[in-house]
Structures are given as C-alpha cells and as structure tokens.
Nanobody, 127 residues
Framework: QVQLVESGGGLVQAGGSLRLSCAAS????????MGWFRQAPGKEREFVAS????????YYSDSGKGRFTISRDNAKNTVYLQMNSLKLEDTAVYYC????????????????????WGQGTQVTVSS
C-alpha cells in the first residue's frame, strides 16, 4: 500500500500562485510514476500532469501546459505541483496519484493507470 497526502491548497486570487505537495509513504516512492488530477464541481476528474519514476519525462494536459510545473524529490518521497497564473477555471479538488507500472520513463494520463490516490486538496481561485 502507498499512502498519499496532499497539502498546499487554499484560496488564491486569479493570477496568483500555489504550490501543492503530495507526501508518499508505505513503499519505495521511486518505483511509482506520479500524477496530478483535478475535479471541479459537477465535472469529471481530469488529468493535469504526470512525471516518470526518474523524473526524466513529464507530461501536461493542455490546461496545465505553460502554467503548471510538476516535479518530484525521490529523497523526500514527495511530488509537487507548482501552479502559476491561476484562473477561475482552475478551481477544483486536486488529487495526486501513484502508478506502480514498470519503466523508468513512463508517464500516464489515464486515471485507470494509477493504483493509489490521495484524499485531495481544495484549490479555489477567486476574482
């Protein structure tokens, strides 16, 4: 089992920034590709970003590209999502997830590829 705990969410004005963290425990963190997803009220959960086990590959959704940066620190068992230039439509609950798949360079955008999920952290962007 892998336990994931997100933090760093909150209320921010449009144009502002937030940095989300996701701390993992339970198994070897570097064995998992990591991803961030979000779910807005009344909408389906959507992919935001993914980072490979060795951090060599990164993949963003169109909504995050250019404004969000995913990173990981395998020594600290933590994955981050730096979000800049936040927009009203970024308001959502943000979830981190871990994918226990082989391959150091693999990234995943499909939620079905992820085995473990955190409880989520609320991000609210105000005008």
């Amino acid at each position: 089992q892998v336990q994931l705990v997100e933090s760093g969410g909150g209320l921010v004005q449009a144009g502002g920034s937030l940095r989300l963290s996701c701390a993992a425990s339970g198994r070897t963190f570097s064995n998992y590709a990591m991803g961030w997803f979000r779910q807005a009220p009344g909408k389906e959960r959507e992919f935001v970003a993914s980072i490979s086990r060795n951090a060599f590959r990164i993949y963003y959704s169109d909504s995050g590209k250019g404004r969000f940066t995913i990173s990981r620190d395998n020594a600290k068992n933590t994955v981050y999502l730096q979000m800049n230039s936040l927009k009203l439509e970024d308001t959502a609950v943000y979830y981190c997830a871990a994918a226990g798949r082989p391959g150091l360079y693999a990234v995943y955008s499909d939620s079905d590829d992820y085995d473990y999920w955190g409880q989520g952290t609320q991000v609210t962007v105000s005008s």
